[in-house]
Each structure stands twice: as structure tokens, then as C-alpha cells.
């Protein structure tokens, strides 16, 4: 293919990658007015939820049926599944449709984003690649930043055309998907090897029950409690599900949906564990942020989203040019060294966060953020696809790009946990200085605004914080200091644990064995029967 045909089929393939990241979290800041408008605030989480377990598990299922029926047709079937999801959801009447149908735009977005990796692959050599790859990795970190930025553009908006705001966040999917799927039917045309293979249903259905409990004990086990009888139930059964899963793949051999052999190369396995555990560091610590500049700098969760720009500047930035160089010298482990490096640095700057920090010092520590993962995602990829034979690109980029998910779903719970637990523990300090405060300046018991604090039960000052804290916007800044002050010291501790994570992603990623990359594109080297 040409340069300018690859560049119209990226712009198919980023449109749908732009609709996959984008939705991940354009729902969060427009989610209260949602839920006031249905009338369902306590399911407001399975929206999210749905879409995070269908997107995930549909991952690896969609990199085995491109092999087997052409990636083509797979990312035409998903952006349709993904624009349906999202025409219903944007005229759903209850949450409970909601939530239904971001499931199946869930499953729809499952395939977008491996699928386009993969048909990279399929169309782009591995040295080539990382110059384009730069690409899809910066529309990725840009459309995860500005998600709340539309959520809570369009939430804030009563009706567009005689239709809600809010459900302007589904249907503005329509036009994007729908030029994804004319680039991509129009200018992509390549040919498909696939040798005759069985469907792998033992491994779709094993997969399935073992991520979707693990899925929902990450999401939901901090409300349940972690040692509670349904989180214990259901991770049982999510081990139990590993293990039938790798019992069937094994069986399943070549036929497997994910073929236990490109396990056997050194370079795929280091560097899937490599992405586990950034996805856990980096997706773990990096939920701290926007609630840190919301709770201590007083943002709006829109204005959240435009104070994290800085950091997608260093991720777009650093996925361009750690691309080009990787291009040019063919080198491309020393980013995974550099990213990880500077990941855990950022993270090591943040845990020494103060509630009287200013804003830009807040923004160095993301712009090191930004910097460090840029050349990690775009390096994993590289590094991943180039380790396995063609024919399992597709299965070794699903793989990889599940495991990530998985790793950072993960991360998320436990450093929430981390977060929230570190408020609890606070609790006391908090009261204190809230005492001392008033002690000071005995006139802000006059102030009526600060009733919203003084008249609540200080037993319960951290569920008031975690709940909503725009109260703190209200009250006088001598009783808001100490709340702020106690979060910016859990936040802190979340970025410490975060930091010593990334210092083993940091220390595997020594042990990656650098291989050439390739010169011919997937859709050369099966054409030559590589």
C-alpha cells in the first residue's frame, strides 16, 4: 500500500479508537444529570461497569475471529456493534436499559482498538510501524482526557435539536462511526490467509467466566467489602474459570483462542508481564488525579479534564518521537526503560503532593507522567507484535492488549482502596483540624454556608468527602484546609505504592530481549508464507 492509502485507512482506524477511549470516560461528569433524568442514581455504576467487562472480554475473542474471518469484516462487524450500542443507549428510558445497552456498545468496542493494532500490523512492517503507531497512541491519550471535557459539555446543555443534552454523548458516536466505516470499507483492501480453523467456543465461554467475576469483584468489591460473601463467590469463581481456560487452550492447541505456544517466546511473555504491571502502576495511580483536582483545587470535572492536558501534551509528544527513532535506528527497548523510568519518577514527585501546592506544580508531575508512558505503550506494542510469527499477530495483540486492561482494571480497585482506606484512616486528623480551626477563628460558626460541614456527624467526615465534595467550594477555606490537606496525604500514599510498582516495570523491562524488527509488513510475510 501506498503512503496515502495507509494514511486514509488510519483515519478509519483512529476514528474508531477515538470512540473506543473516548467512551471509557465521556460518561463519568454528565452520569449525575443522567441519573437524575432516569431516575436511577444507585445503578449510575453499572453503566460504567457494563461497558468495562463486555469491552475487555470481547478483546482477545475478537483478535482470534479476525485471524480466522479477516480483520476487515471483525472491525466492520464492531464499529456497527458499537454504533447501534450507542443509537439505542442514546435514547434509553431507564438505567437499567442504559446500562444494556453500554454493554453491547461495549462489546462493539472491544474489537476497535486491538483490531486497529492489528491491521497495522497487517499492512505496516514493525520498524515502519512505530512512526504510524505514535499516531493511534496520541488519539488515544487525547480522547481519554477530553471524554470529561464532552461529558460535561453536553450534560450541561438542556436540549440540541429537541434532544436531551446528555444523550448527545452516545449520538454524536453516529457521524464518527460511520466515517470510520467508509475509510476503512473503501480504502482498505488486503487479502486474507486464514487456513481452516475451528471456533474456539470452550475458550470464548471459559474466558468469560473467569474475567467477568474478577471484572465485577474490581468494580464493585470496595461497596460490597473485599471480604464480604460475594466477593469471595465470585473470585472463587473467576480462579476457577483461569484455570478451566487454560485447560481448554491447552487442548485447543493452535486452535486456541489464545494459543498458549507465543507464551514460548522470551520477548511476548516479558513484555506482556511488563504491560500487566504498568497497567497496574500507571491506570492505579493515574485515578488519583483528576479527583486530587477536583477535591483539592476545587475543579469542576470538566475543568478536571482540561487541567490533565499537559500530560497528554508528554504522552502525544513522546509516542511521536520515541516512534520516529524507533523507525530510524530500529531500537526500541531503551523506551521501555526510559518510559518506565520516568513513570516512576512522576509518581515519586506526586507522593510528596501538598494541599497548598500550586496548580503547575501539580502539572510537572503529569507532564513526567505523560512523557513516561508515551514511550511505554507505543514500545509494548512494537515489542509484542514483533515477538510471534505473523500469522499470530492478531492473537499476540489482543493478548497483550487484554492483559493491560486486565492489569490496569486491577490497578484501579486496589488503589482506590488505597485512597479511600488512607481518608478513613485520616478521619481523626481531620476533626482536629476542623477544632482548631474554629478555635482560631470562633466566627466561622456565624458563617451559615459552613453548616454543611459543622452540621453533619464528624464520625462520617470521610463518606462526606468520598460521596460529594463540592461542599468544600462552600465553606469557609479555614475548615476545607485540613479535608483537602488529609486527601492530598492519601493521594499521596496511592502515588508512593504507585511509584514502587513502576520501579519493577522499570527493573523487568532490563530483562526484555531486544529483537530486530522486521522489515516486511504481517500481509507480506503471509503472502510468503513466513
Do not use: C
Amino acid at each position: 500500500m501506498t503512503h496515502r492509502q495507509i494514511l486514509l485507512v488510519l483515519v478509519g482506524l483512529m476514528s474508531g479508537m477515538f470512540l473506543s477511549a473516548l467512551d471509557q470516560s465521556v460518561v463519568g461528569t454528565a452520569m449525575r444529570t443522567i441519573a437524575d433524568d432516569l431516575q436511577g442514581l444507585q445503578l449510575q455504576a453499572w453503566v460504567t461497569t457494563a461497558y468495562l467487562i463486555t469491552s475487555t472480554v470481547s478483546t482477545p475473542i475478537y483478535g482470534k475471529l479476525g485471524d480466522i474471518f479477516g480483520r476487515r469484516k471483525m472491525f466492520m462487524i464492531a464499529i456497527t456493534i458499537f454504533i447501534v450500542g450507542s443509537l439505542t443507549a442514546g435514547f434509553a428510558t431507564n438505567m437499567v436499559e442504559l446500562a444494556f445497552y453500554r454493554a453491547l456498545q461495549g462489546v462493539g468496542a472491544g474489537g476497535l482498538f486491538a483490531l486497529a493494532l492489528t491491521i497495522l500490523a497487517d499492512i505496516v512492517p514493525p520498524r515502519e510501524r512505530a512512526r504510524y503507531q505514535g499516531l493511534f497512541l496520541a488519539v488515544f491519550g487525547t480522547s481519554s482526557v477530553i471524554g470529561p471535557i464532552v461529558g460535561g459539555g453536553f450534560a450541561g446543555v438542556d436540549q440540541i435539536l429537541w434532544v436531551d443534552g446528555w444523550r448527545w454523548i452516545f449520538l454524536m458516536n453516529l457521524p464518527i462511526g460511520l466515517v470510520a466505516m467508509f475509510m476503512v470499507y473503501t480504502f482498505l483492501h488486503v487479502p486474507h490467509f486464514a487456513k481452516p480453523s475451528r471456533i474456539d467456543w470452550g475458550g470464548a465461554v471459559t474466558i468469560i467466566v473467569a474475567v467477568v467475576p474478577i471484572l465485577l469483584v474490581a468494580e464493585q468489591g470496595r461497596e460490597w467489602g473485599w471480604g464480604s460473601a460475594p466477593t469471595i463467590g465470585l473470585a472463587s469463581i473467576g480462579v476457577l474459570g483461569i484455570a478451566a481456560f487454560i485447560f481448554v487452550e491447552n487442548k485447543m492447541k493452535d486452535e486456541a483462542l489464545l494459543p498458549l505456544k507465543i507464551f514460548k517466546s522470551s520477548t511476548f511473555t516479558t513484555t506482556t508481564l511488563l504491560g500487566v504491571v504498568v497497567g497496574l502502576g500507571m491506570f492505579g495511580g493515574l485515578i488519583s488525579l483528576p479527583l486530587i483536582l477536583q477535591i483539592v483545587y476545587g475543579a469542576t470535572p470538566t475543568e478536571a479534564g482540561f487541567l490533565m492536558i499537559p500530560m497528554v501534551l508528554g504522552l502525544a509528544s513522546a509516542s511521536l518521537i520515541s516512534g520516529r527513532i524507533t523507525s530510524k535506528t530500529g531500537k526500541y527497548k531503551i523506551f521501555m526503560i526510559l518510559g518506565s523510568a520516568l513513570a516512576a519518577a512522576s509518581y515519586i514527585y506526586l507522593s510528596t503532593i501538598q494541599a497548598d501546592w500550586a496548580i503547575w506544580q501539580v502539572s510537572v508531575g503529569m507532564v513526567l507522567l505523560g512523557l513516561g508512558v508515551g514511550q511505554l505503550l507505543q514500545t509494548l506494542t512494537i515489542a509484542s507484535q514483533n515477538a510471534v510469527e505473523a500469522k499470530d499477530i492478531g492473537v499476540a495483540t489482543s493478548a497483550s492488549t487484554f492483559f493491560r486492561q486486565m492489569g490496569g482494571t486491577l490497578g484501579v480497585a486496589i488503589f482506590l482502596s488505597i485512597l479511600f482506606s488512607g481518608i478513613a484512616d485520616r478521619a481523626s486528623q481531620i476533626v482536629e483540624g476542623i477544632q482548631q480551626a474554629i478555635a482560631k477563628t470562633p466566627s466561622i460558626l456565624e458563617d451559615p454556608r459552613n453548616q454543611l460541614l459543622l452540621g453533619q456527624d464528624f464520625e462520617s467526615i470521610d463518606s462526606m468527602v468520598t460521596t460529594d465534595s463540592s461542599f468544600l467550594e462552600v465553606i469557609s477555606p479555614e475548615l476545607a484546609y485540613p479535608i483537602k490537606e488529609a486527601f492530598a496525604q492519601a493521594a499521596s500514599q496511592v502515588f508512593l505504592v504507585a511509584s514502587v510498582v513502576l520501579v519493577v516495570g522499570f527493573i523487568l523491562s532490563f530483562f526484555v530481549k531486544e529483537l530486530e524488527l522486521r522489515t516486511k509488513s504481517g500481509m507480506q510475510e503471509m503472502a510468503e508464507g513466513v
